[in-house]
């Protein structure tokens, strides 16, 4: 259901040129009585962490039609160690455009440069300080 909502948000925003963003709905709408941190509260009586959504639209870049930030624009790209599937990956790679996998940062994805074929193509780095130090020298 995740991926049909991603590819709506997606549609929403490149036609109507609007930032647009989704956020997951469960079952368990039950919200419990337990004490929590004043910061946290909205996030914990709403289920669908709708708070947090409309807080980072708030913030969104606007959608501009030109004058824009392009793919020309982008000089590297850093990502956790595996999470390389994205489109921004593989647009980069295809443009030669450096792309540094940092395995400090790990997520559930598990997508590697092994696993992508693209061990050639991806720079792995152990910390976000070697990749620093790679990409300013």
């Known amino acids: 259901m995740g991926g ?12 109507l040129k609007v930032p647009c963003a989704h956020s997951p709905a469960f079952e368990d709408y039950q919200i419990y009585p337990d004490i929590v941190h004043p910061k946290s509260a909205s996030e914990y009586i709403t289920p ?8 980072g639209l708030s913030k969104a870049p606007q959608i501009v039609n030109s ?41 559930a994805l598990n997508i590697t440069a092994e696993k992508l074929g693209l061990s050639d193509k991806i720079k792995i780095t152990e910390t976000y300080e070697e990749c620093l130090g790679i990409i300013y020298t």
């Open 4 to 15: 049909v909502e991603a590819i709506l948000s997606h549609y929403i925003s490149k036609y």
């Open 67 to 107: 004058g824009g930030i392009s793919i020309k624009d982008i000089d590297f790209v850093v990502m956790p160690y595996n999470s390389l599937g994205s489109p921004v990956v593989l647009a980069a790679v295809k443009r030669s455009i450096p792309v540094y996998a940092v395995k400090e940062n790990k997520t």
């Open 48 to 55: 669908t962490f709708l708070p947090c959504i409309l807080l």
